[in-house]
């Protein structure tokens, strides 16, 4: 069932209804100023930071769902309603939800009223735009009340949702004109301040969440907008809201706009004041000034657009498969952008106030973003690898405003060093840029431990070489990739963090995951190292390697399939002594995508491993047979329920490492398979089941064991978007960006003719036609650059601006 569908032209997604399974949201916002915005109008803004600048609240897990966000009531008559539906839920005539790159268009119709709704952050400003268009389409007169509504947030968001004997007392507002102005704290320790305008005068305001909504009301039916009029309320404590009236008379057929700016301002210290008690407010002015008129709106939508456009033209593929064609081209691309934006700070899920930037998980995008920004990717490496400590582990996340690596879920997830190696390989790869690599880096934010950046991928692969177990497999620490595989944790209370309680290291407890990526980016940290120069430490991590290939092959093999760890007494975790847990995901696509087993043929037994006890009709499974009880010796993983998140569930990030394996050992048609299995656009018929966004990838769908199989859940915020992106544009499609060139390799289901690509890598655009007359799976035959043959199948770079004509024939 569907509640929408996808306008490829105008690169949006239609929704049809408001009763969709769950809030489908969108994120406004690419620099420092974000909101989340709902096909009903839901969601919240924030400057940078979710936790410490949060400029409107949002209440996660309310009943009814979505509840709080930019409101826009109208009040025709006797009848009150909004454009969204939302809160009020009054029945609409039509209703629609345009979600597109970097802003929502929400349409409603009432009573011959029609209300267009365009949100949008505009490029290098710190606001959001909210064009509300009226249009009387009756053949009468019109007169109606425009009320906006939004609630701001006390900035720091977990305090403004537990500190409540004191934020009750603090909330501060001024009203000056059209505009509301939030200044909570600005008196103390702040010089930031948020406004809530609109452009044109206005009919009455309110900033008291009391007195506009009423005793015992709700967002459904507030007070005043039942009674027709604001009281001009100014709050002093309580909750500061933003409010303004405006009285509408439209003739028959006649339009009118009004243009609202949520912004946030920043003074210098010694500009914070312009009178006693009175905030400087030149700087809001002159936002709002920028957006006065409807050209000016118009404009800043074209800059926004033309933003989007230059971005998502570095990679784009035509080929027969309109599907596939789709998410390559926008929604795939566009999520990986979110989620550099965001790594896993704030969703509908994530909700800001817990998890800031993860080390690993902000590797692991840059994955999917790097052709996209790799000047911003360059600086993101930088901000990584500063976390790290001296002996080359590192913080598990780090606050976005601050930069500072936190404790708040510990560290010693052995795995986390690794992934700068590999986040540092794709940034070389996509731009040869090696001064990165003399860039001197802080360990632990301390500017006096600084050392260039290659000193931490030194020492990011020291630590593991100095850190095995009894097997000689790398120690796991407090996790791996998997944080809810806890071998060191030992948790027997409840509400204890399976991510802080218990050692963090142990002698015993050893991850042959972790052995296949030292494999896969020890290679590459020893290529890093040749092209440096460094020839004879690139031999020895080549020889470190060939070690732990050899012990992955030994102690890390299990007959069929490649064991995922050792606990804490030794025991063999997914093996098939194991009465629950017998194989699981991740080691088999990760040990073959780093090339373990390939010429061997263990590599080939692993993957029909997983095809035979894993692979379910809505993806592959992370594990079977799922725990059916808790497990003191492996912690979270085994607290879930059957075939929910890591206990069984399809864990859409680690479906495409077992698609890029697929395509290690040729076999293009079963790649492409597991790759349609968890992707948005091949799903969006059953969107009933689903539930979440069938334009973006979720974290997790329920599997086989669950009651809910097939159900998603944590969208938007997920390596799922970066790895299915590396996956299909890299492997599946096969333009590879190496340190020696651009490498075209691909691994198509025999069915597929060919495509033709556009790729801009180093400064040049390379126009690549694949053909695949033999109906093959893999392999090159031949290759002609500029209609001229050339051997083998990687390019060499071409001076920036050159436009490259590439022939490819499969065989």
Partial sequence: MKFGHFSDTAREYVITTPRTPLPWINYLGSEAFFSLVSHTAGGYSFYKDAKLRRITRYRYNNVPADSNGRYYYIKDGDTVWNPGWQPTQTELDSYECRHGLGYSIITGKKNSLTAKLELFVPVGDNCEIDRLVLTNESDVPKSFTIFSYLEFCLWNAVDDSTNFQRNFSTGEVEVEGSTIYHKTEYRERRNHYALFTVNTPIDGFDTSRDAFLGAWHSNANPEVVENGRCTNSVAHGW??????????????????????????????????????????????????????????????????????????????VKSSDEKLDRMVNTWNQYQCMVTFNMSRSASYYESGTGRGMGFRDSCQDLLGFVHLIPARARERILDIAATQFPDGSAYHQYQPLTKKGNMDIGSGFNDDPLWLIAA???????????????????????????????????????????????????????????????????????????????????????????????????????????????????????????????????AGWDGSWFRRAYDAFGHVIGGEECEEGKIFIEPQGMCVMAGIGVDTGEAVTALQSVKDKLDTKYGIVLLQPAYTKYHLELGEISSYPPGYKENAGIFCHNNPWVSCAETVVGHGDRAFEIYKKTCPAYIEDISEIHRTEPYVYSQMVAGRDAATFGEAKNSWLTGTAAWTFVDVSQ?????????????????????????????????????????????????????????????????SPVPAGSTVEVKIVMG
């Fill in 239 to 316: 909750a500061p809201v933003g409010v303004h009236q405006v009285n509408v008379t439209l003739q028959p057929g006649e339009s009118r706009s009004l243009i609202f700016v949520l912004g946030y301002i920043e003074n210098p210290e010694d500009e914070k004041w312009a009178a006693p008690g009175v905030i400087n407010k030149t700087r809001a002015q002159a936002m709002a000034a920028r957006y006065a008129t409807d050209a000016q709106v118009d404009a800043a939508l074209a800059r926004l657009h033309d933003h989007w456009n230059n971005l998502l033209s570095t990679y784009s």
């Fill in 424 to 554: 540092v390989y794709a940034y070389l790869g996509e731009t040869g840029d090696y001064s990165i690599l003399d860039e001197p880096v802080d360990f632990d934010n301390d500017h006096s431990l600084a050392q260039p950046l290659l000193e931490h991928l030194r020492r990011s692969f020291g630590y593991l070489r100095t850190h095995k177990g009894p097997h000689g497999l790398p120690l796991i620490g407090r996790a791996d990739w998997n944080d809810c595989l806890n071998l060191n944790c030992f948790s027997k209370e409840p509400g204890e963090s399976f991510q802080t309680t218990g050692p963090s290291e142990g002698p015993v407890a050893e991850s042959v995951f972790i052995a296949g990526m030292y494999v896969k980016y020890g290679n590459q940290f020893a290529e890093i190292l040749d092209s440096t120069g460094h020839t004879d430490e690139a031999a020895a991590v080549r020889a470190e390697v060939a070690e732990m290939e050899h012990t992955v092959l030994t």
């Fill in 731 to 795: 492997y599946i499609l096969g333009i590879q960006p190496t340190l020696a060139g651009l490498k075209i390799d691909p691994c198509i289901p025999h069915e597929m003719d060919g495509f033709t690509l556009r790729r801009v890598w180093r400064g040049a655009t390379y126009e690549i036609v694949v053909e695949n007359p033999d109906h093959l799976e893999k392999g090159v035959k031949a290759m002609t650059v500029d209609g001229k043959p050339v051997s083998g199948n990687i390019l």
